[in-house]
C-alpha cells in the first residue's frame, strides 16, 4: 500500500474504503464478540477467516445480570436510603426463586446467565435464531422454552426479568422496541448488556418513567458515554454501570491468552477456536 493511498485512506477513513486494499489479510480476531467492526456486505461475503473472543466475558456478564435481577428483588435503594436516615425499616423482600428470565440473545452469554439463574431456581425461556435446541443443550435442561425473533413479545410477556445479550447486527438494532416494551408485565424489570441500540431506548425510558415496568439495569446505552442530559440518569428505578459490567482486572490477560492460542494453532495449521459464520453474524438476529 503506497503512501499516497494511506494518506487518502486517513482524511476519507471507513472500513468499507479500505477493505479492498487488504488483499494479504488471511485472519482477523477481534477482542469482543459481536462483529459490528466488520458489518458490511464485502467483509462478510469474504475468505478472510474472523474469530472473537467468545467466552472470556460470559461469566462477568451473567453476575452483572443476576446482580441487577438481585438489585430489584431486594429493592437495595430502599436499604441504602434507610442506612443514610439511621431508619430500622423492615419490609418484603423478593426472591428470584420461581420468577422467569427471558434471554434475548441465546449465545455464550446468555447460556452463562441462564446457568446462574438455575442455580437461583429461577425458570429460564430463551430467545434465538433457531429455536431447535442440540442434544447437549437439552441435556444441560437450562432452557424451559425457546422462541425465534418472531416471537419476541411472547419471551417478553412472559418475563419477570428480561436480559438482553445480543450482539449489533442491521437486524438487531432496536430489536426490543415500543412494542416488546408495552408486552412486558408491570412489574418486570430489564436488563441489557448486549449493547445499547438494540433497544428502542426512547420508548424505554418512557415506560420507566410512566413506571409500565418496574426498572432496568443497564451496562450498555445507545450513545456512550451516556449524555449527561439522559433522562436515564435521573429516574430511580434504573442502575446504572458506565459499559464496565465485564471490565475485571483478569480480561485483557484472558483475551490475550486466547488469541495467543490461536496463533499458535494458525502457525501450525490447526483449526482455530471460536471461527465466526461471518455471514450469520452480520445479517442475521442474535
Known sequence: MNEDLIKSLRKSWSKEAA?????????IHTLY?????LSFSEAAQSNVIV???????????AEYALAACSWFAKDLPRLQRAKAERKWDPYE???LRGKTMGVVGYGDIGQACARLARAFKMHVVGLRRRA?????????????????????TELMSQSDYVVMSTPLTPQTEKLVNAAAIAAMKPNAVFINIGRG???????????????????????????????????LWRL???????????????????AMELF???????????????????????????
Open 19 to 27: 477493505w479492498p486494499h487488504l488483499s494479504n489479510v488471511k485472519w
Open 33 to 37: 464478540t459481536g462483529l459490528e467492526q
Open 51 to 61: 474469530t472473537n473472543s467468545k467466552g472470556v466475558y460470559s461469566s462477568s456478564l
Open 93 to 95: 423482600v423478593e426472591e
Open 132 to 152: 431447535e435446541l442440540s442434544e447437549e443443550e437439552k441435556q444441560e435442561g437450562l432452557v424451559d422454552a425457546m422462541y425465534t425473533p418472531s416471537q419476541l
Open 197 to 231: 441500540k438494540c433497544v428502542d431506548e426512547e420508548a424505554l425510558i418512557k415506560a420507566l418513567k410512566s413506571r409500565r415496568i418496574r426498572g432496568a439495569g443497564l451496562d450498555v446505552f445507545a450513545t456512550e458515554p451516556l449524555p449527561t442530559e439522559s433522562e
Open 236 to 254: 430511580d428505578n434504573v442502575l446504572i454501570s458506565p459499559h464496565c459490567a465485564d471490565r475485571t482486572a483478569e480480561f485483557q490477560e484472558e
Open 260 to 286: 495467543l492460542t490461536n496463533v499458535k494453532r494458525w502457525l501450525s495449521h490447526q483449526p482455530l477456536q471460536n471461527v465466526v459464520d461471518k455471514a450469520a453474524s452480520i445479517q442475521l438476529c442474535c
